[in-house]
């Protein structure tokens, strides 16, 4: 069933064979949060999709070293050579320690990927405890002579590297559109020409991070930290190398420059790029009012919210969409997902606890089973089509109405065989737990409550307490929960 992976490239801008460089072993590298602040829509959206790509790979039989690191230094106001670190900005709007900072939004991402059941990666470096790595490949790229240092700080000299390689190659930018898009600042008059990016910058007397290199006290630039790290735990060539659209120039451009500057390659041999999210299809912004951080969302506490969002109805409503498209988040969007997450959950409830009424599936080939093996195929084909996590939902809705249909007694059981019924629940659940990651967002102990009700409820039926009968579904009804009586008994199921 598991068909050709195909991934789309940006490097060469069309889908690709995935053929790993040293199979069975795959290299990932996601370009993590520059964390001066709390995470976002933004940063769920990457985290979401390679967490995705990195469950099916490993599904795959692959093993996959996922590294994703964390930013803590070196990237400037507005992405710029010059400017406040981020993160010293920061401290000193909240009159702390840089690394306080730091660390502070390293643990608030970290807790946010755990609401959203984003995996945590194989590694998880930081720039700043990667200083000398840093420092050795500048070393390396002022000996290949496409680098020069002027005043304590060191430059990749762009113009020159363009004569021997293709700056420009991912981001499809001409070094001529690059310079007439650049502005020149005051502070800049000591670079060749302003296209050329910082590697390292001195440190002025008040810069709070800094540290010694062979230039003089300074900090590494924003480019060169994620050159490093990926090549320090994953060889100067991998495989994928991920990250926003909006990193592709001149982050991941700038990237490649210096990995073929150091080390003669292109870093990976597949660019993925997921695309930007927007709210109500206008790009979000603090000053539009419309900048939405994961807490905000998910206790409902901003402007434009009408109510919480959780974890769960979130990474339903981004994997709706291709991860290459466009994704505006809009309130009738997240209501919408909330409930077609609760009605998949509604499925995945009735696979656990219908397991011995399966025996009554017929044992021989039944008139639905073409149907189901046609579904279950089409999950995988979607995925292996570029990890179209649209299309799989679209599948598992589809075998969803085979689900309800069986345990509400709409579906002859005849229709289906045992085999097909077991590859049914197998794919299932497996998409739905292993690879697109959705959970119960439920206390664990309500799991045991609402069976413990579930049977109080039965011997109210079967004494005819119809009272109580309706004080138990009033009650469970103000959880979000209706219990339903089954031909097959009696079920609990989230209301949609």
């Given at each position: 069933m598991?068909q050709i992976?195909r ?5 060469t801008r ?8 040293r199979?069975?072993?795959v ?6 949060p520059?964390?001066y602040?709390?995470?976002h829509?933004?940063h769920?959206?990457a ?6 790509i990195f469950?099916y790979?490993?599904?795959?039989n692959?093993t996959v070293?996922y590294v994703r690191n964390?930013t803590?230094?070196g990237?400037?106001?507005r ?7 981020k993160?010293?900005q ?5 009159q702390?320690?840089?690394m306080?900072?730091?660390q ?6 970290r807790?946010n ?8 990666p194989?590694?998880?470096p930081?720039a700043s405890?990667?200083i000398l790595?840093q420092?050795e490949?500048i070393e390396r790229?002022?000996e290949n002579g496409l680098?020069?240092?002027?005043d ?11 004569q ?16 007439s898009?650049t502005r020149a600042?005051?502070k800049?008059a ?9 590697l390292w910058k ?6 709070i991070?800094?540290?010694?290199s062979?230039w003089g006290k ?6 060169i930290?994620?050159?490093a ?8 060539q991998?495989d994928?190398?991920g990250g ?13 420059a ?5 080390l003669?390659?292109?870093?990976a041999?597949?660019w993925?790029?997921?695309n930007?999210v927007t709210i109500d299809?206008v790009k979000?912004?603090?000053?539009l009012?419309?900048?939405?951080t994961?807490?905000a969302?998910?206790?409902g506490s ?5 109510q919480p969002y959780s ?7 981004m994997l ?5 498209s466009?994704?505006?988040?809009t ?5 919408a ?7 998949l959950?509604?499925?995945l409830h009735?696979?656990?606890?219908g397991h011995?009424?399966t025996?009554?599936a017929?044992?021989t080939?039944?008139?639905?089973d073409e149907?189901i ?9 979607a995925?292996?089509?570029?990890f179209n996590t ?8 589809n075998l969803l109405k085979?689900?309800?249909?069986w345990?509400?007694?709409?579906l ?7 085999a ?6 197998n794919t299932?659940?497996t998409?739905?737990?292993d690879?697109l ?16 009700v579930?049977?109080?409820y ?5 004494e005819k307490?119809y009272d ?11 959880m979000g929960?209706a219990?339903k009586?089954h031909p097959?008994g009696?079920h ?5």
């Open positions: 598991h992976l991934i789309y490239n940006s490097l069309q889908k690709e064979v995935f053929q790993p460089l199979p069975p072993f290299g990932i590298y996601l370009c993590g520059t964390v602040g709390k995470a829509l933004g769920a959206r985290a979401i999709t390679f967490d995705i469950r790979l490993q599904h795959l692959y070293r964390i803590d230094v990237h400037l106001e992405d710029l050579d010059e400017g406040n670190d993160i010293a920061q401290a000193k709007l909240e702390v320690s840089p306080e900072v730091a502070r939004y390293t643990n608030h991402y807790k990927m755990e609401q959203l059941n984003v995996l945590p194989s590694i998880e930081c405890g990667h790595e420092i490949m790229i002022i680098a020069y240092v002027i304590g700080s060191v430059y990749f000299d762009v113009a020159k590297y363009n021997m390689y293709d700056y420009g190659k991912l981001s499809g930018r001409t070094i001529e559109a690059t310079r898009g600042l005051a800049q000591d670079k060749k020409e302003r296209v050329d990016f910082a001195k440190a002025t007397p008040v810069h991070m800094h540290w010694p062979p300074g900090f590494p630039g924003w480019h930290e994620c050159s790290m990926s090549t320090k735990y994953l060889g100067k991998f994928i190398h926003g659209m909006d990193l592709r120039f001149p982050h991941h451009e700038c990237e490649i210096q990995a073929q500057a150091a003669q390659t292109d870093l041999t597949y993925v790029h997921n930007l299809g979000m912004g603090k000053s009012g419309n900048f939405i994961l807490d969302l998910f206790s901003h402007p434009v919210l009408d974890p769960m109805a979130l990474r339903f409503f709706q969409a291709h991860y290459r466009t994704l505006s988040v309130i009738g969007g997240l209501k997902a909330h409930q077609g997450y609760r009605k959950m509604n499925g009735l696979l656990a606890t011995q009424e025996a009554e017929s044992a080939s039944g008139g639905l149907a093996y046609a579904d279950c195929a089409a999950c995988y084909s995925m292996n089509d570029d649209a299309k799989v939902l679209a599948s598992l809705f085979r689900i309800n249909g345990y509400n007694g709409t002859d059981h005849e229709l289906i065989s045992t097909a019924f077991n590859q049914l629940r299932y659940t998409f739905m737990v690879l990651g959705l959970k119960e967002e439920h206390p664990p102990a309500m799991d045991q409550t609402l069976e413990i579930r049977t109080i039965q011997a109210a039926k079967a307490r109580q009968i309706d004080c138990i579904r009033n009650a469970l009804h103000k929960v219990i009586d097959n009696v609990w199921e989230y209301l949609t």
